[in-house]
C-alpha cells in the first residue's frame, strides 16, 4: 500500500534518496483521507463573487495591523497587489517571482520593496479551495496572523462567494516520475496524473522532539483543505525563547507577532501550549504534518501558476526551500504538460 516509484533523480544522491524512501517506507501512516466520489473542484476556471476583506496583527510587525483583501480577477491566476505601491505591478504567485524561501516563501516583483512576505499560508487557498483567479491586495509586505492559522482566510473567501467562469480550468502534471532527494535525508517524489486530474499528498515528517513520526495521506479538496486550515506553525522552545530575549535586538525578529496562540511550540518532551489535531486512541497530535502538508507543500504546487497542479506528491522531512527549488526544475527542465 503507498509504495511510489522513485522515477529519474534530477537532484541529490541516488544511493541517498533509497535510503530516505526505505525509512519514509517504514513509517507507518496516522491518517488516510481519500477521496471515492467525483472530481471535487468545478471543471470551468473559478474566481470570487464580490470582495472581502480580513485583518490581524502583523506577522513581522506585530505591533501594527495588516490586511488582506480577496476580490475578483479577470487575468488568470493569483495576483498580488500592493495598495501602497500604485506604481507597481501586481505581483504574479508564480515559482518565477520567489525571492527567498530562507525562512518562509517570499514573492517579489519589480521593485525590491514589492513583495509579501509568507504567502505559503495564503496562496496555497488555490490550490486547497479551487480559487482560480484572484487579487490580493494588501497594504504592506506583512501578512496578519491568525490564532486560527489560515482558517480566517478560507472564512474570507467563502463569504466572498467563489463563482464559476465561462472558461475551461486548465492543468498540469509531471511528464514522468521524478524525484528531489536533498542533505538531511529528506526527498520529494512527483507522479503524473493518472487520468482523474485530483492531487494526492502523501507527507511525513519526523522530529526528534515531541512531534516525533508523523504521516498524512489524502486527496485535496476543499473539505480537507479546510479541515487542515487551522494546522499552526511551529517553533521549537529554544527558537521561541531566543526570538523574545536575543531576537530583540536584532530588526528581522524583534517585532515578531508570535505567541503561544498562534504558533506551536515543542520541546523534546513536552508541548508549550495546546496542541491540535488529536489522533483517537494515541497521544500523537498531527498539528505539524498537516501544516506542512497544506500550508507549505500545497503552496508550493500552486506555484506553477494559473493551471491546476495534479498527480501525486509525496514529500519526506522537506521544506520551503526543496520544495520551491523541485517547482523551479520541472520548469527549466520542460517537465511539466498541460493535460
Avoid at 493569483?78 to 501586481?90: G, K, L, T
Avoid at 527567498?100 to 495564503?122: F, K, Q
Avoid at 486550515?229 to 522552545?237: E, F, G, I, L
Wanted: overall charge neutral; glycine content about 8%; aromatic content about 10%.
Amino acid at each position: 500500500m503507498h509504495e511510489y516509484p522513485i522515477g529519474r533523480l534530477l537532484a541529490g544522491d541516488e544511493e541517498a534518496v533509497k535510503a530516505a524512501y526505505d525509512r519514509f517506507h517504514a513509517q507507518p501512516v496516522d491518517l488516510e483521507l481519500l477521496n471515492e466520489g467525483p472530481y471535487p473542484f468545478p471543471k470551468f476556471r473559478t474566481t470570487l463573487r464580490g470582495t472581502t476583506s480580513v485583518s490581524g496583527p502583523g506577522t513581522f510587525q506585530g505591533r501594527e495591523r495588516s490586511t488582506l483583501t480577496f476580490g475578483p480577477s479577470r487575468d488568470p491566476g493569483w495576483w498580488i497587489d500592493r495598495a501602497d505601491m500604485p506604481e507597481q505591478f501586481p505581483i504574479g504567485a508564480s515559482v518565477r517571482n520567489v525571492w527567498t524561501t530562507a525562512r518562509n516563501i517570499v514573492l517579489r516583483s519589480g521593485n525590491p520593496h514589492n513583495y509579501l512576505r509568507m504567502v505559503e499560508h495564503i496562496v496555497a487557498l488555490k490550490a486547497g479551495l479551487g480559487l482560480d483567479n484572484v487579487v490580493l491586495k494588501t497594504n504592506s509586505g506583512d501578512p496578519p496572523l491568525f490564532d486560527e492559522s489560515s482558517l480566517p482566510l478560507v472564512e474570507a473567501v467563502e463569504k466572498a462567494g467563489i463563482v464559476e467562469t465561462d472558461e475551461d480550468a486548465t492543468y498540469v502534471t509531471v511528464k514522468e516520475p521524478l524525484a528531489f532527494s536533498g542533505p538531511r535525508g529528506d526527498f520529494l517524489l512527483f507522479l503524473p496524473d493518472d487520468g482523474s486530474r485530483r492531487l494526492r499528498l502523501d507527507v511525513a515528517i519526523s522530529w526528534n522532539t515531541i512531534i516525533g513520526d508523523q504521516r498524512v495521506v489524502f486527496d485535496v479538496t476543499p473539505e480537507t483543505f479546510r479541515y487542515a486550515a487551522y494546522a499552526r506553525t511551529n517553533a521549537t522552545h529554544r527558537q521561541y525563547q531566543l526570538a523574545k530575549t536575543i531576537g530583540l535586538l536584532f530588526a528581522d525578529t524583534r517585532n515578531l507577532g508570535y505567541n503561544k496562540n498562534n504558533i506551536l511550540i515543542h520541546g523534546h518532551r513536552r508541548w508549550y501550549c495546546k496542541p491540535r489535531f488529536p489522533l483517537e486512541g494515541t497521544d500523537k497530535f498531527l498539528e505539524p504534518v498537516w501544516h506542512r502538508a497544506s500550508l507549505d507543500l500545497l503552496a508550493a504546487l500552486t506555484l506553477t501558476g494559473a493551471d491546476r497542479f495534479v498527480g501525486t506528491v509525496v514529500s519526506y522531512r522537506a521544506g520551503h526551500t526543496q520544495d520551491c527549488d523541485a517547482v523551479r526544475a520541472l520548469y527549466r527542465n520542460d517537465l511539466l504538460k498541460r493535460i
